[in-house]
T-cell receptor, first 112, second 116 residues
Framework: AQSVTQLGSHVSVSEGALVLLRCNYS??????LFWYVQYPNQGLQLLLK??????LVKGINGFEAEFKKSETSFHLTKPSAHMSDAAEYFC??????????FGTGTRLLVSP | NAGVTQTPKFQVLKTGQSMTLQCAQD?????MYWYRQDPGMGLRLIYY???????DKGEVPNGYNVSRLNKREFSLRLESAAPSQTSVYFC???????????????FGPGTRLLVL
């Protein structure tokens, strides 16, 4: 069975600081991994996905994530946080059979 | 393109009442999904439809039924609502469920349901 663990339900950073959101996965098949963002009162929007090509994946809004098989991790980073990045971020793994399994989410707070 | 649309946006029900949540997509996607989102629990899959005419249970199907009306529409029905079904419900769609490179899911704006 597939699962993801997101460490930290809340992460606080200052504007301009590095953003690091952690995701570790467990998968019995080669994983496809996703990061989604949810702004208040909205649906989820795809940030980026890993599909076994390049291990460093670049997404929208300056975010990127690196797949590390040895660490079973897929952490999300952004060099410099903007106020507009404040949102909830979800990591998800595909089981390869039409289903996504989501983590519990990390709320990113950005202070001026 | 509107993408994935959901109606209603917000609903209040009394325990025991029934209702249907509607979802439609205009991206010609084959696969559609219903999730519920609860605080601290992320999104959990209720039901999904890999293609028109098929539906399958997800992680939390109890108390729900679904209908894949046609390729565009996928509805979720609560026959007898319970307070435990208070949640935010999201519909999603993807091009196909059989090609892993096409399985990115696109989400609707959600329906907030309160059951008293």
């Amino acid at each position: 069975a597939q699962s993801v663990t997101q460490l930290g339900s809340h992460v606080s950073v200052s504007e301009g600081a590095l953003v690091l959101l952690r995701c570790n996965y467990s998968s019995s098949v080669p994983p496809y991994l996703f990061w989604y963002v949810q702004y208040p009162n909205q649906g989820l929007q795809l940030l980026l996905k890993y599909t076994s090509a390049a291990t460093l994946v670049k997404g929208i809004n300056g975010f990127e994530a690196e797949f590390k098989k040895s660490e079973t991790s897929f952490h999300l980073t952004k060099p410099s946080a903007h106020m507009s990045d404040a949102a909830e971020y979800f990591c998800a793994v595909s089981d390869g059979f039409q289903k996504l399994v989501f983590g519990t989410g990390t709320r990113l707070l950005v202070s001026p | 393109n509107a993408g994935v649309t959901q109606t209603p946006k917000f609903q209040v029900l009394k325990t025991g009442q029934s209702m249907t949540l509607q979802c439609a997509q205009d991206m010609n996607h084959n696969s559609m999904y219903w999730y519920r989102q609860d605080p601290g629990m992320g999104l959990r899959l209720i039901y999904y439809s890999a293609s028109e005419g098929t539906t399958d249970k997800g992680e939390v199907p109890n108390g729900y039924n679904v209908s894949r009306l046609n390729k565009r529409e996928f509805s979720l029905r609560l026959e007898s609502a319970a307070p435990s079904q208070t949640s935010v419900y999201f519909c999603a769609s993807s091009e196909t469920a059989w090609d892993r490179d096409q399985e990115t899911q696109y989400f609707g704006p959600g329906t907030r349901l309160l059951v008293l």
